[in-house]
């Protein structure tokens, strides 16, 4: 069956924040319970020369230190998401940088008090995810596999 739609690939870090507050689970379950695919995870160790061009956009920002440092503050947990519309759609679950503005049923709206320690970075089109995800995998650790559910998420036009 030939399907008329594009899937997506993003990126998702679950921050320091999350893990040290032991959101890992609740965090990830929300992508699967969606019906996203998990294309690839893994735990690392952020480093400055990689947040200087992570955060390039917030290079000349008062706080651009201060978001590197707490980002290395420990591991972190990227994940590469897959859906049709997953940029946009992770960004939803997400909610806005602001935590204590963002909207309850969203994760920063649940869990975050902040707008650094926000719990999750989320890649904001599906250009910068191209670029993003290339830095944070290589092509061997995002897997093809086919998620059995997929005839029962989408329609064979989804739009
Ligand atoms: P940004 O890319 O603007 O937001 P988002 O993560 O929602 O795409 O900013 C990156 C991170 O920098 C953000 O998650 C938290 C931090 N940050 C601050 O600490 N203060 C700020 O005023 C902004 C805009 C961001």
Redesign the pocket.
Known sequence: MKFAFMIERTLVILKPSALQRGLVGEVTHRFERKGLRLAGMKMMQLTDHLLDEH?A??IN?P?FQ??KDSMMAAPVIACCIEGVDAVQTVRTLAG??NGRLAAPGTIRGDYSMS??E?II??S?SPENAAVELTRFFKPEEMFAYKQVAFDYLYATDEY
Do not use: E, G, I, M
């Open positions: 955060y956009h917030l920002k706080f201060r978001v806005p940088t707008v650094q926000n970075h989320t904001d």
